[in-house]
C-alpha cells in the first residue's frame, strides 16, 4: 500500500539556519505530493504542494522537489524563523479510485533565538 | 469563507458517556474527512464521505465510533460509550471534488481536544 516517511524529529535548529527535512514515498502510478504545516494549537494547513515529477512547490521561503527517480519530496528552507516552529506533514494523494489520503508521522521543528 | 469549524474546542467527559464531536466543512466542498492525531499513533484517517455518502469506514476503531453526514454543511463523529483511550484530537478537513484531477488539498478544522476520564 501507499506510504510516507519522514525524518524522526524534533530537529532542533537556530534560527537563520538551514532547514531540510526529508520525506519518502512508496506509492503506485503518479501520486501528488503535499507538505503541510500545524501550528501549536491548531489544525494542518497546506504549506506547498506538487503533481507531478519535476515539479517544484514553494511557498513562504519553504521549497520541495517532487523527485520521481528517488522517490523523494524534501522540504527546505534557507534561513529559518522562530515562528517556523511548528510540525511539518509530507503527504500524498494517488490519482485515481478510492480516495484516501497518506500522512507521514510528521516532524517537529523547534528554532531557537 | 470562515473555514472548517468544529465544536466543540475542548471536551472533557467521564468514561462511559457519549461523545458528540461537530463539524461544518467549507461551502461547496464535496469531500468530508473526520482524522483523530495522537502522540503514539500520529495522525489516522477515521471515515470520509463524498457528497455526504459515507466512503470509506476501516478507520473506525471499533464500533463505538460512528460518524453521520446528513446534509452537504454538517457532520457529526458520535463515541458511545467513550473510554480513556479515545482522549486525542479529532480534525475534521474537507476538500474539492477529485473527478478528473488531482492535487485538491485539504482544509483543516481547529480540532476538539477530547480528554477521557
Known amino acids: 500500500g501507499d506510504s510516507v516517511t519522514q525524518m524522526e524529529g524534533p530537529v532542533t535548529l537556530s534560527e537563520e539556519a538551514f532547514l531540510t527535512i526529508n520525506c519518502t514515498y512508496t506509492?503506485?502510478?503518479?501520486?501528488?505530493l503535499f507538505w503541510y504545516v500545524q501550528y501549536p494549537g491548531e489544525g494542518l494547513q497546506l504549506l506547498l504542494k506538487?503533481?507531478?515529477?519535476?515539479d517544484k512547490g514553494s511557498n513562504k521561503g519553504f521549497e520541495a522537489t517532487y523527485r520521481k527517480e528517488t522517490t523523494s519530496f524534501h522540504l527546505e528552507k534557507g534561513s529559518v524563523q522562530v515562528s517556523d516552529s511548528a510540525v511539518y506533514f509530507c503527504?500524498?494523494?494517488?490519482?485515481?479510485?478510492?480516495?484516501?489520503?497518506?500522512f507521514g508521522r510528521g516532524t517537529s521543528l523547534i528554532v531557537h533565538p | 469563507d470562515a473555514g472548517v469549524i468544529q465544536s466543540p474546542r475542548h471536551e472533557v467527559t467521564e468514561m462511559g458517556q457519549e461523545v458528540t464531536l461537530r463539524c461544518k466543512p467549507i461551502?461547496?466542498?464535496?469531500?468530508l474527512f473526520w482524522y483523530r492525531q495522537t502522540m503514539m499513533r500520529g495522525l489516522e484517517l477515521l471515515i470520509y464521505?463524498?457528497?455526504?455518502?459515507?466512503?470509506?469506514d476501516s478507520g473506525m476503531p471499533e464500533d463505538r465510533f460512528s460518524a453521520k453526514m446528513p446534509n452537504a454543511s454538517f457532520s457529526t463523529l458520535k463515541i458511545q460509550p467513550s473510554e480513556p483511550r479515545d482522549s486525542a484530537v479529532y480534525f475534521c478537513?474537507?476538500?474539492?471534488?477529485?473527478?478528473?484531477?488531482?492535487?485538491?488539498?485539504?482544509?483543516f478544522g481547529p480540532g476538539t481536544r477530547l480528554t477521557v476520564t
Open positions: 506538487a503533481t507531478k515529477a519535476d
Open positions: 503527504a500524498l494523494e494517488r490519482a485515481g479510485g478510492s480516495y484516501i489520503p497518506t
Open positions: 478537513a474537507s476538500s474539492l471534488d477529485r473527478w478528473g484531477g488531482q492535487g485538491y488539498e485539504q482544509y
Open positions: 461551502s461547496g466542498h464535496d469531500y
Open positions: 464521505f463524498n457528497n455526504n455518502v459515507p466512503i470509506d
Open positions: 506509492a503506485t502510478g503518479y501520486p501528488s
